[in-house]
């Protein structure tokens, strides 16, 4: 027997142990899985799919530090892979480890929108990795807005106790330094309220959501009319409604979508400053 | 009015519910002028009130609007009719089934509910004469199963309104 020979019949047998490991998925017996996928891995260590899956059945039993380890592996063959690096945003997170969370994440959807823009698993990082950038905010406003707030009682009292110093060497035109002390109390309060105002959850504003899904843009695209659109909902469009565009009514092809990176900026420098924007529901 | 209609027989998909949430946080606090929501809990179908403008036919006349929302809005029209009794016009029929072409095939998911309303009030206002649509008798007779308006064959008598 020739080695080559013998290398397939390998691979048809590793491939064989995914189909069983990929069955006992399915019936959520994942110890049974794990073992098969093992198997598969021992013989063909270098198909990334076996990591992944093997992962995936980690995943299914919040074994963590296993997901870790088995997707860095499926990246070390295949660093396009969308499903690694997805479940490793994942698990670093769940270590809080919330900067390079994040990063994997947004790996995992550039690259799963070059595959497959409409995929569910597009909307399933996105969701993930919105949650995950939202809890970040929530946790970095609230210590902003304590350090903020007792900072403003720091100077209200450094002010009031300066103007008490004041009145005492001037005499007389007590009136007038009373309305100017209130005015200065006043303005410093305008200015912690203006600082705090990033974090202030309101509406996001219309140039930066779909005019069909009313979201703000995750993915948008420009046709030839000039009007933006979210990637998915617009083909979803031209597939169900017609080909046209919903705004100007011009025929439309798919082939004439052109993604609106100044739009996808802007979205992207809003959402930096205003954290309760990923709040998805 | 009575049952639910065909279309509207499934729930809302996430994607409908999602962007309904969004159009009533703008209606609240942006209402076409002239059209009054009648808050519900059901996201699914809206009842508007619609007060006729002023110096036209309609003035100070009042009628209610039924909205149902399909499983995949805004990638599908949803369906508008009136709650009889419909207003006299040549293009609303007594059973409250209105012809406008926004309605089924010109639908484009980029219109809303607010931008339905503004076109059905306009159609109203721009009408000169109170009266039903010639073949009146014999399309309510066809309705008569129960028939969704989005099921007609429309044929659009002019594109004025």
Redesign the interface.
């Known amino acids: 027997m020739s080695p080559t020979v013998d290398a397939a019949a390998v691979a048809k047998q590793a491939e064989q142990l995914r189909q069983e490991g990929n069955f006992c998925f399915k019936k959520d017996r994942f110890g049974a899985a794990i073992d098969a996928y093992t198997e598969a891995i021992a013989l063909c260590p270098n198909v990334p799919i076996y990591w992944t899956n093997r992962a995936l059945c980690h995943r299914k039993r919040n074994d963590w530090k296993r997901v870790e380890e088995d997707c860095r592996r499926a990246i070390q063959i295949d660093h396009h892979s969308v499903k690694a690096h997805y479940m490793l945003g994942l698990a670093l997170l769940e270590r809080q480890e919330y900067a390079e969370g994040v990063k994997e994440l947004e790996k995992s959807l550039d690259l799963g929108r070059g595959a497959n823009p409409q995929g569910y698993m597009v909307e399933e990082i996105w969701l993930e990795l919105a949650k995950a950038k939202y809890m970040e905010w929530e946790h970095v406003s609230t210590k902003r807005s304590w350090e903020l707030q007792s900072l403003k009682e720091i100077c209200e009292a450094a002010l009031k106790e300066k103007q008490l110093l004041d009145s005492s060497h001037t005499k007389g035109f007590l009136d007038e330094n009373t309305k100017s002390n209130a005015e200065q109390l006043e303005a410093l309060s305008k200015v912690f309220q203006k600082a705090a105002e990033n974090d202030i959850p309101t509406e996001v504003p219309d140039y930066l959501c779909c005019?069909?899904?009313?979201?703000i843009f995750r993915d948008p695209v420009i046709t030839p009319g000039g009007v933006t659109y979210e990637r998915a909902?617009i083909l979803?469009?031209l597939e169900?409604?017609g080909r046209?565009d919903?705004?100007t009514?011009e025929p439309l092809y798919k082939s004439q979508l052109v993604p609106n990176l100044a739009i996808k900026e802007a979205v992207r420098a809003f959402l930096n400053k205003h954290g309760w924007g990923y709040k998805m529901? | 009015m009575s049952g639910p209609s065909p279309s509207s027989r499934k729930g809302l998909s996430k994607?409908a519910c999602?962007?309904l949430q969004?159009?009533l946080v703008?209606w609240q606090v942006n209402p076409p002028v002239g059209f009054k929501h009648k808050a519900t809990d059901n996201l699914q179908r809206w009842v508007i009130e619609v007060n006729g403008a002023p110096g036209t036919l309609y003035a100070n006349e009042t009628y209610q609007l039924q909205v149902d929302f399909p499983e995949?809005y805004?990638?599908?029209a949803p369906q508008v009719i009136f709650i009889p009794p419909a207003p006299l016009h040549p293009h609303i029929y007594s059973n409250g089934h209105i012809c406008l072409d926004i309605l089924y095939d010109s639908?484009?998911?980029?219109m809303t509910v607010s931008s339905i309303c503004i076109s059905i009030l306009s159609m109203l206002s721009s009408s000169t004469v109170k009266q039903r649509p010639a073949d009146n008798d014999r399309y309510v007779k066809n309705c008569r199963n129960g028939r969704s308006p989005k099921e007609t064959r429309w044929w659009f008598h002019d594109d004025k309104v």
């Open positions: 005019k069909i899904s009313l979201d909902v979803d469009h169900k409604v046209f919903p705004i009514r529901d | 994607i999602n962007r969004k159009e703008e995949h805004p990638m599908e639908w484009s998911p980029a």
